[in-house]
């Protein structure tokens, strides 16, 4: 089955283009942005070798959704789709951190707590947790975000305001956007029998205003659990139901690696390809509430700069 696993684009005002590990973004005239969301996967910061077939399809229609759902909240970079893999919006300068926030103690903030950590980026951490434990509230647990083939790092909000990469006011309306934000995906996944676990929020700037960027509540950005059985599983001590890439993680560490220097990508055959595709369909179709529709893949590069292109000549009219 056809992937795109790589583009090269050559749009009209085109000035630069950034080739990221899922999403290839092109800039338009430095006012612009055209970003493909491929059919690209990757897990401990490393490009797989493989394309997963309707990936790309599959991230950008969730995210197109959950970006108009939650517009009232904070404005957001969309215009349009002109094509099912690809958003065009505004280009914004982007802060350097993530927004993580988190519900549930799981992931990479269980492995550390497992192993005696009880404060992460400021949180404190109560004692006698079990993973897959919902906090009393959200904690917000950011990152820095991290240049291609690099890891991003946890970061305080103490030293992010230390280091000046962002105001005080900027930090904590960007605290306010990430936890309404995440409210509201826990009320949509609630209605679709699924668990907002954790998840992710970039932010930028654009003429003085805040703007949400990039993807949101997307299986590569967020952890789902289902709702159905979540107690009954928690209180046995057995691994959650879940929609998210961890599955993908898990596979790979189960095969012996982590990104670790030296470490090679086990082998990804079509079965393993085939399974993380149906896992991507599945969740967009639980958490849409909407069958998915797969489009011809037969000729991607082509069917999307034709889209794009009619979609560019269009705002000239």
């Not at 960007?174 to 995440?182: R, S, T």
């Not at 470490?263 to 085939?274: C, G, L, S, W």
Request: proline residues 4%; glycine residues 6%; contains cysteine.
């Amino acid at each position: 089955m056809n992937t795109l696993v790589r583009t090269d684009f050559h749009f009209e005002g085109q000035t630069n283009v950034y080739h990221g590990k899922v999403r290839d973004v092109y800039f338009i005239q430095d006012d612009l942005l055209v970003m493909v969301a491929t059919d690209r996967i990757s897990a401990f910061d490393v490009i797989l070798p493989k394309g997963i077939p309707y990936k790309g399809q599959i991230l950008n229609q969730i995210a197109a959704k959950f970006l108009d759902l939650t517009a009232d909240i904070v404005s957001n970079w969309k215009l349009a789709c002109p094509d099912p893999m690809v958003t065009v919006g505004l280009k914004c300068e982007g802060f350097p951190i993530e927004m993580i926030v988190r519900g549930y103690l799981c992931g990479s903030a269980w492995r550390a707590y497992k192993n005696g950590v009880r404060e992460i980026c400021g949180v404190k951490l109560p004692e006698n947790m079990r993973e897959n434990q919902r906090f009393e509230t959200p904690i917000i647990t950011p990152t820095t975000k991290a240049e291609l083939g690099t890891h991003d790092e946890d970061i305080s909000r103490q030293e992010i305001l230390a280091k000046g990469l962002l105001t005080p006011e900027e930090y904590d309306l960007l605290e306010k956007y990430a936890l309404a934000l995440f409210e509201r995906g826990t009320q949509v996944a609630a209605e679709r029998g699924l668990i907002l676990v954790d998840t992710k929020y970039e932010f930028g700037k654009r003429n003085g205003n805040i703007y949400l960027i990039d993807e949101i509540h997307t299986p590569d950005s967020s952890r789902y659990f289902y709702a159905e059985g979540y107690e009954e599983r928690f209180e046995k001590g057995e691994p959650q139901k879940q929609l998210s890439k961890e599955f993908v993680r898990e596979w790979l560490m189960e095969k012996g690696f982590q990104g670790k220097e030296g470490q090679k990508v086990p082998e990804m055959t079509d079965e393993i390809v085939n399974s993380i595709s149906e896992r991507y369909i599945e969740l967009y179709e639980q958490i849409t509430g909407e069958p998915f529709q797969k489009t011809d893949t037969r000729n991607l590069a082509e069917r999307i700069e034709s889209n794009v292109v009619k979609y560019l000549q269009s705002l000239k009219k």
